[in-house]
């Protein structure tokens, strides 16, 4: 009569839910990434258009990590720290009041992920 080897069984399990996992958390961000561009060029402030366009999201898959990034590409970059925060005036003067755009989306984003991890994890 042949025992049945616990330990191999519950290794085999572990790495079959761990594979599961890292496969789920790897379409959560790639799904979040794609809507958080989405949204931060809704909500940007447009005067011309150029600033909101230039979102874009890129997402970097490892053995061990999936890395998201979602940043303005189109050279209007620096000014997106002026824009959520406020700045002086040009010539002086009162300070020009900031548009929060981009920490809303933040927030929605890092508490997506979880949730979404969580939902196909569970499935």
């Known amino acids: 009569m042949a025992g049945i080897d616990l330990e191999r069984t519950v290794r085999d399990i572990l790495q079959d839910y761990s594979v599961e996992v890292s496969k789920a958390a790897a379409e959560a961000v790639q799904e979040v990434t794609k809507e958080s561009t989405k949204k931060l060029r809704q909500t940007s402030p447009k005067r ?40 002086a005036r040009r010539g002086g003067g009162r300070n020009v009041g900031g548009i929060e755009h981009i920490k809303p989306v933040e927030e929605w984003a890092i508490s997506e992920v979880e949730k979404r991890i969580r939902e196909k994890v569970e499935r």
């Open 48 to 87: 011309k258009g150029r600033y909101a366009k230039g979102w874009t999201g890129k997402v970097e898959k490892t053995a061990t990590t999936v890395d998201a990034t979602v940043y303005g590409k189109t050279g209007t970059y620096q000014i997106a720290h002026l824009l959520e925060h406020g700045h």
